[in-house]
Nanobody, 123 residues
Framework: QLQLVESGGGLVQPGGSLRVSCVAS????????IAWFRQAPGKEREGVSC????????YYVDSMKGRVTISRDNAKNTVYLQMNSLEPEDTAVYFC????????????????WGQGTQVTVSS
């Protein structure tokens, strides 16, 4: 059974850092593009970042460029999202998702989803 499980969310103060993880099971994640999306209360889900399977190309949403880094550890079948200089506006449930081939900004293109991990930025 193909599965994605996120972890690492929590409460962090503004300006703080957090690393969330996405562990894949039931398939080899390095053959898939893995993306992070987030959804804040009352807002649509938006793409945050993606790392492709082929050449490791990475993509970031403009609002988080310079503050976020996506990486993957193929030996652990895990993709990480390191977030720095967090702002209250970054508060959301963060989801990872997988699809074959290249990254896509549209969440409808992703075949597999995790259950999400809550990130709350507040003093």
């Amino acid at each position: 059974q193909l599965q994605l499980v996120e972890s690492g969310g929590g409460l962090v103060q503004p300006g703080g850092s957090l690393r969330v993880s996405c562990v894949a099971s039931g398939f080899t994640s390095d053959y898939y593009a893995i993306a992070w999306f987030r959804q804040a209360p009352g807002k649509e889900r938006e793409g945050v970042s993606c790392i492709s399977s082929s050449d490791g190309s990475v993509y970031y949403v403009d609002s988080m460029k310079g503050r976020v880094t996506i990486s993957r550890d193929n030996a652990k079948n895990t993709v990480y999202l390191q977030m720095n200089s967090l702002e209250p506006e970054d508060t959301a449930v963060y989801f990872c998702a997988a699809r074959g081939n290249a990254c896509s900004a549209w969440d409808g293109h992703y075949d597999y989803w995790g259950q999400g991990t809550q990130v709350t930025v507040s003093s």
